[in-house]
């Protein structure tokens, strides 16, 4: 089968990945389900893992397939598979836990201490097959077409994580800041509105983001270009601030942003990643506000997502590449010319 494999890092995006020809997964244990490709999400941290960004924090062997935002027909199961069988359409998490280990019993399969992530540690979905496990796929409804959902698997249930997480700690009449309206943004803004009563602040510095901010729900959208974010939340708060602010950017500059824009008690959580938190401390003990990392979400997450696009809560919008494009694909992203979400449909 085909498969688009890393096997040397680079900041090159134009030559990332090649199309190799390898041997299709085989099931090895009772547990394993292979999973026709319909549908894998491309994400900046594919990007990330490119350039090599990744090898402090978790074990690559090159080559590797990437693709962790899949989606397919099971085309074979192991032999103590119950939850879906042949034909089945699937979302697949990209973590397969191990279901054994304290955090897994404890239902944080994010923090498995035996995981092996698609696209990560593991061959991902840019190639015809992936082998995946029982623990980590989700069949679809009725009527979801894989190719559309398949970018739920991390961008949807990250997104959502941190949008289940801020809603917590807005009340109806609170506000909620939504920092980036790009691939994961615009996930979670549909989520918040969906969950919250929150009035909805989206900061964006391209005017179509803005634009579909609002479509999508956003009460106020602020360009940082033209105008002052930390002025405008104050307006919008009577002084008060966010409640939660949802940094899908994580820049240096928007993280800067927490001091004059969380509430006291509020919370600034970081999803997009790249900058640094520079903040004094004073800042944090004056304002008691905090600073919260996300990293994907549960398994019972992609099932509650998988219920909100069933209630058309959140829609997605995606592109769709061949599997030879998947160089094209980085390379435009990282010149931000794709809105919304690539996907590739080997
Ligand atoms: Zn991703
Ligand atoms: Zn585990």
Request: hydrophobic letters at 40%; aromatic letters at 4%.
């Amino acid at each position: 089968m085909r498969a688009a494999r890393l096997h040397e890092y680079t900041h090159d995006m134009a030559n990332g990945l090649s199309i190799d020809e390898v041997d299709a997964p085989q099931i090895a244990s009772d547990g394993d389900v292979i999973v026709e490709v319909e549908g894998a999400g491309w994400c900046q941290t594919d990007n990330h893992i490119i350039e090599g960004m990744w090898t402090e924090y978790v074990d690559q062997d090159l080559p590797l397939t990437l693709g962790h935002e899949n989606a397919g027909t099971v085309v074979e199961t192991g032999a103590e598979v119950d939850v879906v069988s042949e034909g089945d359409q699937v979302i697949c998490h990209p973590v397969q836990a191990c279901g054994t280990c304290r955090p897994c019993r404890q239902g944080e399969t994010m923090y498995c201490e035996n995981d092996a992530f698609n696209g990560l540690t593991t061959d991902g979905g840019f190639a015809d097959q992936l082998l995946t496990s029982e623990r980590a796929v989700v069949p679809l409804p009725d009527g979801v077409d894989p190719a559309d959902i398949a970018p739920h698997a991390d961008a949807g249930i990250t997104a959502y994580h941190a949008a289940k997480r801020a809603v917590d700690g807005v009340n109806p009449g609170d506000t909620a800041v939504v920092i980036g309206v790009g691939g994961l943004g615009h996930i979670g803004l549909q989520c918040l509105d969906a969950m919250c009563a929150a009035d909805i602040v989206a900061v964006d510095l391209k005017q179509s983001a803005c634009d579909l901010a609002a479509d999508l729900g956003a009460h106020y959208t602020i360009d940082p270009e033209s105008e002052d974010v930390a002025s405008v939340i104050e307006d919008i708060t009577d002084g008060a601030g966010a409640a939660q602010v949802l940094d899908f950017v994580g820049a240096d500059e928007t993280t800067a942003l927490a001091p004059d824009i969380c509430a006291a008690g509020g919370d600034h959580q970081i999803i997009g990643y790249g900058g640094h938190i520079h903040e004094p401390a004073q800042a944090l003990v004056n304002g008691e506000f905090a600073y919260q990392g996300n990293i994907v979400g549960r398994y019972t997450e992609l099932q509650e997502l998988v219920a909100l696009v069933e209630r058309d809560a959140v829609s997605l919008h995606t592109t769709r590449y061949d599997l030879d494009e998947v160089n094209t694909v980085a390379r435009k992203l990282e010149a931000r010319e794709i809105d919304g979400r690539a996907v590739i449909t080997p």
